[in-house]
């Protein structure tokens, strides 16, 4: 082997390590369950929330007063980080590509002031009640033909329930659960 070609193989393998090097840092970051707050780890999620649309609305599916009541806010972090990309949750959070979504459950639709919704979604009306929410969170474009929200929606009721119970809980005076 010609010292040049030797080059090129130490360059080749060394470009192999890199690249595998970077590509478990990313998918640390992606994966991981450490950077819980901003951390884009949805690639996992994303599979999950779209694969299941056998489990979608069948005729047995529990309600979602019922759904709600036993609903895990917590294990809803990973689906939460899919939202994070556009949407911040706390208190006083930056509008990103969606709106801050502090308090939203049971606030009108469509009213934070420093926000430009789609035409569709500013003519709603009514309230984000736990019914709308489950609804738009299905299929946002099922539920709001036009909506700027980009999402494919969340398939599985129980994880949709699971995203609503830690919805609600950013707010100091989250609106009672459905009482059955
Ligand atoms: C790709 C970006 C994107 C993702 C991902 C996303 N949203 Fe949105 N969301 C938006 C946009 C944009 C709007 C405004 C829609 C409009 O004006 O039509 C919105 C609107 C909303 C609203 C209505 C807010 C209001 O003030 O009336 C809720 C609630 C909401 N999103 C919840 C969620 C949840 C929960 C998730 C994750 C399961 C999520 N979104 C994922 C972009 C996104």
Request: one cysteine or more; proline letters at 5%; charged letters at 20%.
């Amino acid at each position: 082997m010609s010292a040049f070609e030797l080059n090129k193989w130490i360059g080749a393998f060394l470009g192999t390590f890199l690249l595998v090097m970077v590509l478990n840092l990313l998918s640390d970051a992606l994966f991981s369950d450490h950077h819980d707050h901003n951390g884009p780890a949805f690639l996992v999620e994303v599979t999950d929330l779209v694969s299941h649309a056998g489990s979608e609305q069948t005729g047995t599916m529990e309600s979602l007063s019922s759904l709600l009541l036993t609903a895990d806010p917590n294990a809803a972090r990973k689906t939460a980080k899919i939202c994070g990309i556009c949407h911040t949750f706390k208190l006083g959070g930056a509008n990103k590509i969606g709106p801050n979504l502090w308090d939203v459950v049971g606030r009108a639709k469509a009213t934070r002031e420093d926000f430009s919704y789609s035409s569709t979604l500013a003519n709603l009306g009514g309230m984000w009640d736990y019914e709308a929410l489950d609804a738009f969170l299905t299929s946002p474009k099922t539920f709001a033909p036009g909506t700027k929200m980009v999402f494919p929606g969340i398939k599985k009721p129980e994880v949709r329930a699971n995203m609503i119970a830690y919805l609600r809980t950013f707010s100091d005076n989250p609106i009672a659960l459905p009482t059955k």
